[in-house]
């Protein structure tokens, strides 16, 4: 994956508690059609699940749906506590590949059901495979489609709802999922197996939730006197990690603090510590800590940043503090792609502070915003896809289920459904001409001759007889 660092530093401290709220409302779509079973063969899906209710927030707003040949609900929409929690972590174990069908209009008909609030930023995570297969047949395909790019996607503008979409497959809809995404603000990515679902999952959770990551450097990170709630994650599930305190204190998956949880699933495992002491904090080397996410009331956001972008569609990168520092704030800032050092001009309004950016590169890229006064440090990142202008993926054949031939439109717009029935090959009539030939007409007129001859004959016959 391609590595787009911007890399902010200022030299006095981020001081006011943020002013918005750090809980979300998400809505996870799952697809379990039987395509699943080769794209996604150890079911990773299920963890992913597990993870999802592990990070969200109390008081959150999220709910879990399966798709296939219909739409049912795995977890209720409702607001996020313990009982939430582990209604989720049971129920994923339902996650399969048994359906013979994959209704996405049905599974964003009910992601997008539920009213949305005010003070929670609204996001849907779509995770799918394959193309839009419904049992009515190719006419009815087409139709639910033209309604997603049309209908549903500006209800889910409307209502402020991003959409993310994972791809699992290359053979998935990408023209019609880079859409939905690209209309919404949300992330499209596209996975180069099951195996990039787990990290893939914790990028579009980066976008939904508001907390903040510790940098890590050599499996060390340090822990201020703000941090409330830390989680230490690791995308290495082979071996448990551990994790030396500050004090020293040696914390194992077998020797667990009262104010320490842990999980372990296939494709990460995490330490969620409350109050976590304040110092540096050690991870053992036999895994990699991939990310340390930190609840506090010193935080920065990135409020402007699309997560899918055309090539060569200019953004902005807009980051915002609680509150302006009382003293002068030194900001520097630079912009590092591969090898490649490129400087960022940031400007100051008032809590803000933004940087134009321009991305020449396709496929998917990584922001990573750091925050630090040499003692506080905070970091934020996020991920962008760089798809081709209007260009859609021509998909030729369906190597999913049933669907035979379904070629993507020539340009991405919203398209108003009409129903065309379809016609088969034994209802087509060939074109006639009513019209006569010269010969047609001269057979005729000898037909019609030769019919009077023999009427005069058998006349004339029978009055010889009579006579």
């Known amino acids: 994956m391609k590595k ?10 981020v001081l006011a508690h943020p002013t918005w709220a750090s809980a979300t409302d998400l809505r996870v779509l799952i697809d379990v059609s039987g395509s699943m079973k080769a794209n996604d063969p150890n079911a990773l899906r299920r963890p992913a699940a597990e993870l999802i209710a592990r990070l969200l927030p109390p008081s959150s707003q999220a709910g879990v749906w399966l798709f296939g040949t219909n739409s049912r609900s795995l977890v209720p929409y409702g607001e996020v506590d313990e009982q939430w929690r ?27 059901s539920p009213t949305t609030f005010d003070d929670k930023q609204c996001h849907v995570i779509l995770v799918t495979d394959g193309l839009i297969d419904l049992a009515a047949g190719a006419a009815e395909i087409r139709e639910s489609r033209a309604r997603i790019e049309s209908l549903w996607t500006q209800k889910a503008a409307a209502q402020q709802c991003r959409i993310h979409t994972l791809a699992l497959s290359g053979d998935a809809d990408l023209a019609l999922l880079n859409r939905l995404s690209q209309a919404t603000g949300g992330l499209s990515a596209q996975l180069q197996g099951a195996s990039e679902l787990i990290p893939v999952i ?13 940098p890590v450097s050599e499996n060390a990170f340090t822990v201020d006197s703000s941090v409330t709630q830390q989680t230490i994650i690791s995308l290495d599930s082979d071996q448990p990690m551990t994790l030396i305190s500050p004090s020293g204190v040696e914390i194992t998956p077998d020797q667990l603090p009262p104010n320490v949880e842990y999980q372990l699933a296939d494709g990460f495992q995490l330490y969620q510590i409350q109050a976590p002491e304040q ?79 321009e991305l020449e590169n396709l ?5 990573v915003v750091t925050a630090s006064d040499g003692i506080v440090e905070r970091q ?31 340009a991405l717009q919203p398209v108003n459904p009409v129903v065309v029935e379809p016609q088969s090959v034994a209802e087509v009539t060939p074109p006639t001409n009513s019209g006569l030939t010269l010969t047609q007409w001269l057979w005729m007129i000898g037909g019609a001759g030769l019919g009077i001859v023999l009427l005069l004959a058998y006349w004339l016959s029978r009055a010889e007889k009579r006579a």
């Open 4 to 13: 787009l660092i911007a890399l902010l530093l200022f030299a006095s401290s």
């Open 86 to 112: 582990q209604a989720t972590v049971q129920s994923s174990q339902a996650i399969s590949s048994s359906d013979q069908f994959t209704d996405i209009e049905a599974a964003l008909s009910d992601g997008l």
């Open 202 to 214: 914790l990028d579009a959770l980066e976008l939904a939730l508001e907390d903040n990551r510790l």
């Open 279 to 357: 110092g540096q904090w050690q991870a053992s080397q036999n895994v990699t800590v991939d990310r340390v996410l930190a609840e506090s009331e010193l935080s920065l956001r990135i409020e402007e940043l699309p997560g899918t972008l055309e090539l060569g569609q200019p953004a902005n990168v807009v980051v915002r503090f609680a509150q302006t520092p009382e003293n002068e704030t030194s900001l520097e800032g630079s912009l590092v792609f591969q090898d490649n050092r490129q400087a960022l001009d940031f400007s100051q309004e008032g809590e803000r502070f933004s940087a134009p950016l």
């Open 363 to 367: 496929g998917q890229h990584s922001i």
């Open 380 to 410: 934020l990142s996020r991920s962008v896809r760089v798809i081709p202008g209007q260009a859609p993926i021509q998909l030729e054949t369906g190597a999913t289920q049933s669907v035979e031939v379904f070629k993507a439109p020539e």
